[in-house]
């Protein structure tokens, strides 16, 4: 029997037909090969725009495919049936089933049928892999931590390229498969239930009361002695998970309970899982002193941390709040810089009243938006003084602010999210931006150099970068979802992902900020002696900065200013 591994790029179109978007497939790439794992033949083709006008940015950034290779290539229909003449009687492969979907999304859109007939008999590697390499199939490996378990060496491949990682997926294969048993994994292709596997769409039960919520998936046990836990408040339902808190009377351990119920076609599935209550701190007392790579400067009790870079600059006024000075309490103590929050809208007011004096500019000329996590820049003026603060906010999905105009201060918010602080002193021009984790992947750093080039014209080796207190990589742990998001990225001043995502071993991986932001602004032209990192950890400091991993989101807000005087 002969296999053939399939993989596919695409590009994210809309259609005006569907009012909506499609992954309109731009690449096909295959090998062939036996059960000796001897490569028989190789297919590989573009295919030809027909929904979609142009090749988006970042798909072109991942995968280095742009508009000109698309010049002369055939149509989806006239590919799809190459390869159907070139595969027929093979067994298809595909890592994982998100091609299947896109193949099925493509047949239904150009031929009216989401039957694929070069489908007959089909294996999903990345279960298979994943069954043999690790034996767990809760959450997806991707092709890099397979190769990396089984020892594949990928560096000389194109990552992200069609053909290139039907390559590194027969490679990791030759490593794992084992013939012998493979008769168990092929699915009939050609059946219905087949495609009504494919197309059943997941959904997450919201619903407390929902019937298919059994009174054992609610049910927890305390991790600490392994004894029955009492469930201690009602469940809420918090971004699609139910959330309530336990105690164990035997250990006396207190956790907060989260579960997912998951509808899938092979039916109910739950997730569960633990949550340690969070930790909230007193302020701690602040006097003048250093503080990793930033000082820390006390005025009339309220802390202040500055970039030793900005410090010498004359008409150059910059800070991020600390948690000391301000008149909140509780969790919002002291110097809460967020509406919205639970605090009291006088409260927060107060505390501005209070840092404004402490960095020597006017509360009225503050200006602040609504963000969301996205990479949004807008160009402030001072029309635009007082909104956010002592005025409504304008703008909504703003997560960068930049001016050239003096004595109008721009303001961000942040409690483990990284903040980004831009000066150009040739042109007089100043940005500031907040950089979560989303934000952070999506290139905020160098979407905001960008936009001061078109602003200001701004030249990028001109432009000083300081990243601000946030979450260090030690404390950033995150699931496999999240640091997939950073193992796809490509930096030329980066060899690998290592430096910058770091594997546990166990499910969980590390992903610094600060060195990715770092990387962007680089690739955006800033010069790398140009760029600061004051080295100051949120959550490693949380009796002194806000920090929302800490507590569990039970916080205030932390702000950064900036202004030309």
Known sequence: MEYVILDLEWNAAYSKRLKGYLNEIIEFGAVKFNEKFEIIDSF????????????????SSLTSIHDENLTGARLFMQVASSFKKWSEGCVIMTWGTSDIHALIENFRYFNGSEKVPF????????EYCQEKLIGDLSEQMGLNKAAEISNVDISRYKHHRAFEDSLIAMEICRKTMDFTDIANYIQDASKDEFYRKMTFKTSIVCDIEHPLVKEKSLFFICEKCGENATRLTKWQLKNKK??????????????????????????????????????IEKPRAVTDSTLHKMHLEVKNKVGILKFPIFEKEENLVHGFSTRAGGV????????NLGFNRGDSDENVHKNYEIIAEALGIEKSMMVASSQDHGVNVKRVTKLDAGHGIDKEKLWQSVDGLMTDEKDITLVIYTADCVPLYFYDKVKGAIALSHAGWRGTVNDMAGVTVRKMQEEFGSNPKDIKVAIGPSICKKCFEVESDCANEFLKLKFKYAKDTNSFVED???????????????????EAGVKKENIYKGSVCSMCESDLIFSHRATKGKRGSNAAFMCLK
Do not use: P
């Open 504 to 522: 546990r071993k166990n499910g969980k991986f590390h992903v610094d900020l600060w060195r990715v932001n770092e990387l962007f602004l680089m």
């Open 242 to 279: 139910f959330f309530a808190d336990f105690l164990c009377k035997n250990c006396g351990h207190k956790f907060t309970g989260r579960v997912q119920i998951k509808e899938k076609y092979e039916g109910i599935v739950v997730n569960k899982k633990s949550i340690s209550v969070e930790r």
């Open 328 to 335: 909140s309490e509780n969790e919002f103590a002291a110097m």
């Open 119 to 126: 489908l007959d008999k089909y294996i999903d590697i990345q």
């Open 44 to 59: 590989s083709s573009f295919v030809k725009l027909q929904v979609g006008k142009k090749i988006s940015s970042l798909v």
